[in-house]
């Protein structure tokens, strides 16, 4: 008789893990409507409009904002069991409205989408398996991600052949920011390539650029930061750029950049690369003060006679006469005595 009964408890435990777990997976019909949040409460009032072709899930919204999904696979409620559905527009009309926040009201009036990432998230079990008042709701963008710092973790002049590392720290206010975060080198510095991992989307759009795809979206009040590794390829200087591109709904971009000097130098110089071309001294042309032709430079005094004060005439011709009238005068004495004699 035991051995009967732990037979049939043996055959009878996979069939009830099956039953289980077919439970467990069992589908429902997921409806609701799409509107626009005017006042950004997060809760559907009769006057705010509704939106027509909002894709949800596999679907998108009818002229009167509504949408069905049948046969959808369901686990429970809250965020890791509700179905994956998701409201993947994260914003409309050019960035204009974003994701209301959501579970703020009634559950036939409230939103129920994740204003982070679009992902349903179901807060009350199905009725009759069906999952209705999901609705999704659109309110006037606040949100203001700014790019917080950049930080190199080396100091300059770097050299060639060197591995750089700079982290890039972002957050947001207490709204989702929604972008992409880009970093760009000079040329000479090249972005390392990275191996993708599910959930991180990596683009290169040009040797020296960067794209981090998966900080498109933000929690409310957080701070993240990324790390970007890069390689030096020849001497350089320049600037390291990280900014915030492909922003929806930011209300203060002029937050979203930050640059770093960057001099790379070949392996073993300590030397920076010329980046400027020396401008000549600006020639400054003088005119001299008129001088006289004998004149001295200034500060120089000729040295005066001892005792004959200057007259300013030439003493020469006046010596030449008074030799003349000299030797005249002794011509006549010598005459007049070889007459007397």
């Known amino acids: 008789m035991k051995r009967f009964a732990v037979a049939a408890l043996a055959l009878g435990l996979p069939l009830l893990s099956v039953a289980t777990a077919h439970a467990d997976t069992s589908t429902v019909t997921i409806s609701g409507v799409a509107w626009k949040d005017l006042n950004g409460d997060g809760i559907r009032q009769a006057d705010e409009p509704v939106l027509p072709g909002i894709k949800i899930g596999d679907t998108t919204t009818d002229a009167m904002g509504r949408y069905t999904l049948t046969d959808v696979p369901y686990m ?154 890069a390689t030096v390829t020849k001497p350089t200087s320049g600037k390291v750029t990280a900014e915030l591109v492909d922003t929806q709904g930011d209300v203060n971009p002029i937050n979203n950049e930050k640059s770093v000097q960057v001099t790379a130098v070949d392996t073993g110089s300590t030397t920076p690369p010329s980046t400027t071309t020396a401008t000549p001294a600006p020639t400054v042309t003088t005119t001299p003060a008129p001088t006289s032709p004998n004149a001295q430079p200034v500060g120089y005094a000729a040295p005066k006679p001892a005792a004959l004060a200057n007259t300013g005439v030439d003493p020469v011709w006046p010596l030449v006469a008074g030799l003349t009238l000299l030797a005249g005068g002794a011509g006549a004495i010598f005459l007049a005595r070889r007459r007397r004699a």
């Open 76 to 229: 429970g409620t809250g965020q890791a069991d509700s179905p994956r559905v998701q409201a993947s527009q994260l914003s409309i009309e050019g960035g204009k409205f974003t994701l209301t926040r959501p579970h703020q009201g009634p559950a036939a009036t409230d939103s129920d989408f994740d204003w982070v990432n679009g992902w349903l998230n179901v807060d009350h079990p199905p009725v009759d398996g069906v999952l209705d008042n999901m609705d999704v709701g659109y309110m006037p963008a606040k949100s203001d991600p700014w790019l917080k710092a950049l930080t190199p973790e080396q100091a300059n002049p770097v050299h060639v052949g060197d591995h750089l590392t700079y982290d890039v720290t972002v957050t947001t206010n207490d709204f989702p920011g929604y972008y992409h975060l880009r970093v760009a080198f000079p040329d000479g510095i090249q972005p390392d390539k990275v191996q993708e991992t599910p959930g991180v989307g990596v683009e290169f759009p040009n040797p020296q650029t960067v794209d981090l795809l998966p900080t498109h979206n933000q929690d409310p009040s957080s701070v993240i930061t990324r790390t970007v590794t």
